[in-house]
């Protein structure tokens, strides 16, 4: 508790981590090389938004565990009627599987890489990867990060050797980062899909409940230090996890816009994904580039399943309060993701599946305001978080994040549900009924984020609120904090 410094940071290091490891999943790599390939460097802003927000409602999430000791999923139970918090749970579990499906696919792409299997086999044996991530996990779950991040590091420190060969423009990808641009088609939904692989709702769930296996001390001080270095470490982790995206965008976006690539490679940019992607580490690796791509993303999918796993847990015992073991609940999630990505890879291929994963990233988006408005509410609320409370600058600003990622969702899903509709040649009943019931769907998306923004929050859970005298005494009992 007295330690101050690089001593006391190295004690909060690891939830920011943890929780960054799934902002470099397969998932994010597609949505980056697609991004390069399509737009080269015109949709860096995004990632950078996305970056920058994503640390400060991380940070947000920290902070709601450290102050209450309860993570999000648990103040939903106690804050919202039942009915509410089904729907709530519902949501955070589609996310949770959507989150899946580009595991379960990019695991699938390293197994064709790595062995040739066939793309719909890889799917199928992607349920054995539980079992392989239950032996690894004998041996500690701290060694096992260890283990896979160096891999996934390596793939990284690849990309950068890439990005250096590949000279991008300084000057491109500066505009790329600070203008920001949706110009030709299909922009709009690769912003959508990378905004949501990089801020996922079940990430909040799950770094609200991180911090909370650090002994923070329940002083006002020692609260006090919990937010400030759990800060300082999830923005180095999503620093480290942004240079990692861009690296990947800048080189996919160099590669494929050469006026000197050839035939093959050009058409392998046409239609660019994680299947596709290793021809754009030849020039490093050789003929080696497929073999450490293919064992990088495999390590990067198994990585991500692991923060899949306590996600679901936390989710699952916070809003329902039950409880699994972690195979049960991981194999679960896993047989849930495996049926589309299995049923897309045997009709639609390689490159159905690489839509599927756009497809999903987009979901993780769209459910975002879910998760993000009752973390947004939770936090600004003093009965909650007592001194710590959201300065008023970060509660107007992190509103109109949250804002303008509801505002965006519903003009994305009715624009393009219209024009789906116009080009559709079904009977002129069935374009009504669909109509009507998609209008609905919105109509309801649109309420239920009004009903979470504007309910009046009743329980009080500030956990020093009754302890003044103990906590300017500098001690306060574990039972008493416990009762209190």
């Known amino acids: ?140 779950i701290r060694k096992l990060e260890i283990f896979i991040s160096i891999l996934v590091f390596t793939i990284a420190s690849c990309f950068f050797v890439e990005m250096f060969n590949a000279r991008p423009s300084p000057v491109e990808l500066m505009k790329g980062l600070f203008i920001p641009r949706l110009s030709g088609n299909g922009a709009a939904g690769i912003a959508i899909s990378l905004f949501g692989a990089m801020v996922m709702p079940h990430n909040l769930f799950l770094h609200s409940a991180l911090v909370l296996t650090r002994s923070t001390p329940p002083t006002m001080e020692g609260i006090r230090d919990g937010c400030r270095y759990n800060l300082i470490e999830c923005c180095f982790a999503l620093l480290v996890s942004f240079a990692i995206n861009l690296a990947v965008v800048a080189v996919s976006g160099a590669v494929c816009s050469d006026s000197q690539l050839s035939v093959a490679d050009a058409d392998r940019c046409s239609n660019l994904d994680l299947n596709r992607a290793s021809f754009l580490l030849k020039h490093v690796l050789g003929s080696w580039s497929g073999v450490l791509f293919g064992i990088a993303l495999l390590a990067s999918g198994q990585s991500s399943t692991i923060t899949g796993t306590f996600a679901g847990q936390y989710v699952m015992q916070g809003f329902l309060e039950l409880r699994f073991e972690q195979w049960i609940r991981n194999l679960l999630t896993r047989c849930v993701a495996i049926v589309p990505s299995l049923v897309v890879a045997l009709l639609g291929g390689s490159s159905g599946a690489g839509q599927l994963i756009i497809i999903s990233s987009m979901i993780l988006s769209f459910e975002l305001p879910f998760a993000l408005i009752p973390l947004l509410k939770f936090t600004s609320n003093p009965g909650k978080m007592g001194p710590h409370v959201n300065h008023r600058k970060v509660t107007i600003l992190t509103w109109v994040i949250g804002s303008s990622i509801i505002l965006v969702n519903l003009f994305y899903l009715a624009s393009n549900f219209i024009k789906w509709l116009q080009r559709s040649r079904l009977r002129r009943l069935h374009i009504a009924l669909l109509g009507i019931a998609g209008f609905l769907a919105l109509l309801a998306y649109a309420l239920l984020a009004a009903y979470l923004a504007l309910r009046k929050d009743n329980e009080g859970t500030y956990r020093l609120s009754s302890s003044v005298e103990e906590e300017q005494d500098g001690f306060v009992d574990k039972e008493s904090v416990v009762a209190n």
């Open 1 to 140: 508790p007295k330690a101050r410094g690089w001593k006391k940071l190295m004690a909060y290091v690891g939830p920011g981590f943890l929780v960054a490891i799934a902002y470099m999943d397969p998932g994010n790599f597609e949505s980056d090389l697609q991004a390069g390939a399509q737009f080269k460097y015109e949709l860096l802003w995004v990632l950078l938004l996305a970056t920058v927000s994503g640390a400060l409602i991380q940070s947000l999430a920290a902070n709601l565990g450290v102050v209450t000791e309860k993570h999000l999923a648990q103040h939903c139970r106690l804050e919202y009627p039942p009915k509410v918090n089904l729907v709530l749970w519902f949501l955070a579990e589609i996310a949770i599987v959507a989150s899946d499906i580009p595991e379960v696919i990019g695991t699938a792409y390293a197994l064709n890489m790595l062995f040739g299997l066939q793309l719909w086999i890889g799917v199928v044996l992607t349920g054995l990867s539980t079992l392989l991530f239950l032996a690894l996990q004998q041996y500690g």
